[in-house]
């Protein structure tokens, strides 16, 4: 079956450590998206991109890094620079930039 | 610049009872809207979606009608039951090519047997 697979579904860190958080699809979409989630709060774009080797920043970029080396793969790394980085991570993909998100079942990141 | 606007919860109901989650946008032109689910300790799952004017988005017995005059897209349901407690997102993406998504802050439905 086609889908998103996140990893790990937890996931714990010390402050001032980096960490990557894994995001692969296997559904052949162009576009991905990393988003994030507070309790209370919709969901805000952290990155996206629409091809390989090519991202953009969303509404909340800063402390967060990217990369797109493979159409299939798009890793998201919260760098120690994020104030706040406890939260729930949400990655999308679509078809196109046009076509509606098909979700992950996200990673929830637990810094202290 | 474009917003959602979901009638805060949480939502309390009994199996059987009717629902309806209130969704108002605000944006430029006519965007297309969208309702995603999202059940405990998963991702958001595309519920149902409607691209213009007075369409009606329907599935697994919910509906939302697209309102242009009152901004509106709120989620219906006849007879809701107990697997259908989940949180609830309104969302709308632009009409320009590419442009991202806007979410509402969900609405947390609780339904009780």
């Known amino acids: 079956d086609g889908g998103i697979t996140q990893s790990p579904k937890y996931l714990f860190r010390k402050e001032g450590q980096n960490v990557t958080l894994s995001c692969e699809q296997n559904?052949?979409?162009?576009?991905m998206y990393w988003y994030r989630q507070d309790p209370g709060q919709g969901l805000r774009l952290i990155y996206y991109s629409q091809i390989v080797n090519d991202f953009q920043k969303g509404d909340i970029a800063e402390g967060y890094s990217v990369s797109r080396e493979k159409k299939e793969s798009f890793p998201l790394t919260v760098t120690s620079a994020q104030k706040n980085p406890t939260a729930f991570y949400l990655c999308?993909?679509?078809?196109?930039?046009?076509?509606?998100?098909?979700f992950g079942n996200g990673t929830r990141l637990t810094v202290t | 610049g474009d917003s959602v606007t979901q009638m805060e919860g949480p939502v309390t109901l009994s199996e059987e009872a009717f629902l309806t989650i209130n969704c108002t946008y605000t944006a430029t032109g006519y965007p297309s809207l969208f309702w995603y689910v999202q059940y405990p300790g998963e991702g958001l799952q595309l519920l149902l979606k409607?691209?213009?004017?007075?369409d009606k988005g329907s599935n697994k017995g919910f509906e939302a009608t697209y309102r242009k005059e009152t901004t509106s897209f709120h989620l219906e349901k006849g007879s809701v039951q107990v697997s259908d407690s989940a949180v609830y997102f309104c969302a709308l993406r632009g009409r320009v090519y590419g442009q991202n998504f806007v979410f509402g802050p969900g609405t947390r439905l609780s339904v009780l047997p």
């Open positions: 999308a993909s679509s078809i196109d930039r046009n076509s509606p998100l098909h």
């Open positions: 409607a691209t213009k004017a007075d």
């Open positions: 559904l052949n979409h162009d576009a």
